[in-house]
């Protein structure tokens, strides 16, 4: 079974708009983290934002918030007042808590692409 | 702060050669972990290492493929007799430590690998 799936391969969202970008997560932990990180088409992997299982808020960084809704295991990043500089690939990652040591595991991405 | 510095950032190499990554984490950062991409895809999960020590390799295939982080200088992904679908970016990211759970991994910017 897939950890991590993101069900859009690409997204299209006009300037300025918001665009919500969707991750549904499967552990049997109790504890576990949820990151995004953001992929543009020079290739480097930037990491946005984090959201703990524990966390009773939604996390935010700026223009980016995260949709966490445990009891469904999703965790939509959303992207408010969105920028050309936003089109980029966008990946959905889970820390297990079982694990001893802190590697991520990986969703398939979603290419979001901003229309001027 | 230097980040996570990989090297080189593009490796031709010919179908048996070799192929050498280098990986050098960020200041403070004793945990490396490998991952590797295939084109629109995700990033999977190859290798984990602390200095001196692999704990984790349920990602690496079984031949060809080895990893090593020494006491000193960086970590090294070695592939030998590369064949075509060996061709993909190698991502290496580091952590300060297992321990903080809600840290995310910083990665360097890749090396991508061209098969011949």
């Known amino acids: 079974a897939q950890k991590i799936t993101q069900t859009q391969p690409g997204m299209f969202v006009q300037e300025k708009e918001a665009v919500t970008l969707d991750c549904t997560y499967d552990?049997?932990?109790?504890?576990?983290?949820l990151f995004w990180y953001k992929q543009p088409s020079s290739g480097e992997m930037i990491f946005l934002i984090y959201q703990g299982s524990y966390d009773e808020q939604n996390a935010t960084e700026g223009r980016y918030s995260l949709n966490f809704q445990k009891a469904r295991k999703s965790a939509n990043l959303v992207i408010s007042a969105s920028q050309l500089g936003d089109s980029a690939m966008y990946f959905c990652?889970?820390?297990?808590?079982?694990?001893?040591?802190?590697?991520?595991?990986f969703g398939q991405g979603t290419i979001l692409t901003v229309h001027p | 702060n230097a980040g996570v510095m990989q090297n080189p950032r593009h490796l031709v190499r010919r179908r048996g050669q070799e192929a050498r990554l280098r990986c050098s984490p960020m200041?403070?950062?004793?945990?490396v972990y490998w991952y590797r991409q295939l084109p629109e895809e995700g990033l999977k999960f190859m290798v984990y290492?602390?200095?001196?020590?692999?704990?984790?390799e349920s990602g690496m295939p079984k031949e060809r493929f080895s990893a090593e982080f020494p006491k000193e200088g960086p970590s090294i992904l070695r592939i030998q007799q590369v064949v075509r679908g060996d061709s993909a970016a190698y991502f290496c990211a580091s952590s300060p430590g297992a321990g903080q759970f809600n840290s995310p991994l910083h990665f360097g910017n890749g090396t991508r690998l061209t098969v011949t």
């Open positions: 990652a889970m820390r297990e808590g079982g694990t001893s040591y802190g590697k991520l595991t």
């Open positions: 290492l602390q200095k001196e020590n692999i704990i984790d």
């Open positions: 200041k403070g950062h004793s945990h």
């Open positions: 552990t049997s932990d109790q504890s576990y983290g």
